[in-house]
């Protein structure tokens, strides 16, 4: 098996990315259509609400993940995240009220925000290191493709003339929902959980299988790559506390922390998701109207799992994360620039003949720069750098933690963005020039490099000074090699 069946087990897993960027992406197409607005109105402050209750349930479930996967797995904790994708849809397309509407939302946000902190650590843990970042980087690439079929599905189901129109779209999401529920269920649990749990022998045979080893060459490879992971764990197991306060205990671990805080956190400061959830708006502002700027945004949602596919596959693993993450940062300080200089000088409502036409279409031009240039950088790179800088003692609590701060600051942006944009209009622009700005000069001074590493060998990238042996030894826990593999001795 080897190399196919650890990109079947990350593309699978990916299943609940896809819920992410459909889920995300159908709303906003659902709330335009003539027979939702029929039935649940046109008050600005219920679609607000469909919008941000299903970003803060996003919130709450990234938080339920960590302690879910520290408890149960990464693997059980995905198909709790698919149950509750399920429950969260079924009320949605089935709802009669806004009450219920709303109440759907919530749940569905709890499971992708479960999905979102759980699958991208599952990958994590089951990647070899050389093609870990294609691997996690699945996740972007089909969250992408979940938001490209939303919209596309959107666009369609408007042409259905009952409530159907907007039931079907949201009943959609039931599909890869119990693919996953299911399925998951024949993939193998994250071979560092089960060593965190004392099922040793079963992690030792995950680790066999996800390299294919059959020779006594790939079998030494296997054995050698688990007894590194069994000392560190093992290790990190007798220091572990389940405290919050882990995660700034000493310069070291507080430094993974800010390094995957804050890359959750610059990539919503690259302005990506106030394209995403406000493009027809700002199309609106640069001249393309009605069911022309649907369009557009149909067309806009391509672009991005092209870039993003291209670059997991031939550029992530060979340049590193570091630099991607410069190249985007640098990117959107002069993609914004142009577009706020754009529409400064051609503001909405102007008269046709005052208006630059080549001017407007170099903005839009902008904008799907921007999806491209985000696809090259923070878009897989955050979900990869954010799982794989903890150690095992704190992996789950760290993640949900960068996860949560990812999804803190997309409510913040979503109920900001549409304000700012009514009332500061181009100026708006301006903040997303001075926040990447920033964004670099933080990355090019204080972020590493992970390219190449074994999760095991993060300890000597962020400078930890622990010694994994003198702990083991301090505990009376010793490593014998015998025929076949490493094993614990314990008193």
């Not at 060593?195 to 006594?216: C, F, I, M, S, Y």
């Not at 060459?217 to 882990?246: G, N, P």
Request: overall charge neutral.
């Amino acid at each position: 098996m080897g190399l196919f069946y650890n990109i079947f087990l990350a593309f699978f897993s990916s299943i609940g990315a896809f819920l992410f960027g459909y889920d995300s992406g159908i709303i906003a197409s659902v709330i335009t259509m003539k027979y939702y607005l029929a039935k649940f109105g046109d008050d600005p402050d219920i679609k607000g609400a469909v919008v941000s209750t299903f970003n803060g349930g996003c919130f709450f479930g990234a938080m339920l993940a960590g302690w879910a996967c520290d408890k149960y797995g990464r693997k059980r904790s995905i198909q709790l995240g698919a149950l509750f994708a399920l429950w969260g849809c079924a009320m949605q397309c089935g709802a009669n009220n806004v009450a219920t509407l709303l109440v759907g939302r919530i749940i569905g946000g709890l499971a992708i925000g479960i999905l979102s902190m759980t699958v991208p650590l599952y990958n994590t843990e089951i990647a070899p290191p050389r093609i870990r970042g294609f691997l996690v980087g699945l996740f972007q690439q089909l969250l992408g493709i979940g938001f490209i079929v939303a919209n596309w599905v959107g666009y369609g189901c408007q042409y259905i003339d009952s409530d159907a129109s907007w039931r079907l779209a949201l009943a959609m999401q039931l599909v890869p929902a119990g693919c996953l529920l299911v399925g998951i269920q024949f993939l193998p649990f994250s071979p560092r959980w089960l060593l965190e749990v004392g099922r040793d022998e079963e992690a030792h045979k995950v680790v066999q299988q996800l390299h294919g080893a059959k020779t006594p060459e790939q079998l030494a490879v296997a054995d050698a790559e688990f007894t590194e992971m069994y000392e560190t764990i093992k290790a990190e197991q007798l220091m572990k506390s389940k405290r919050l306060s882990d995660l700034w205990s000493t310069p070291a671990i507080l430094r993974r922390t800010l390094v995957a805080c804050g890359v959750q956190i610059f990539s919503q400061f690259t302005g990506i998701n106030v394209i995403n959830y406000f493009g027809p708006q700002m199309y609106e502002s640069l001249g393309v109207t009605g069911s022309k700027g649907l369009l557009v945004q149909g067309i806009y949602g391509a672009v991005g799992p092209i870039a993003n596919l291209f670059f997991i596959i031939f550029i992530l693993d060979r340049v590193g994360r570091k630099k991607p993450l410069l190249y985007g940062a640098g990117s959107f300080v002069v993609t914004f620039s142009i577009l706020a200089a754009i529409v400064a000088t051609n503001p909405p409502g102007a008269p046709a003949d005052q208006v630059n036409a080549t001017a407007q279409r170099a903005g839009i031009a902008m904008i799907f720069l921007t999806s491209v240039n985000f696809s090259l950088s923070f878009g897989p790179v955050s979900w990869v750098l954010a799982a794989e800088v903890f150690p095992m003692s704190v992996r789950s609590m760290g993640t949900a933690v960068a996860t949560c701060c990812n999804w803190a600051f997309n409510v913040l942006l979503s109920q900001v963005s549409p304000l700012a944009m009514d009332n500061v209009g181009w100026k708006f622009y301006l903040l997303f020039i001075l926040l990447n700005l920033c964004d670099f000069v933080v990355i090019l001074f204080f972020f590493p490099e992970t390219k190449g590493k074994t999760l095991e060998d993060m300890a000597a990238v962020f400078g930890d000074e622990v010694d994994n042996r003198q702990v083991l030894d301090a505990h009376n826990v010793k490593i014998r090699e015998d025929d076949t593999h490493a094993k614990a001795e314990m008193p």
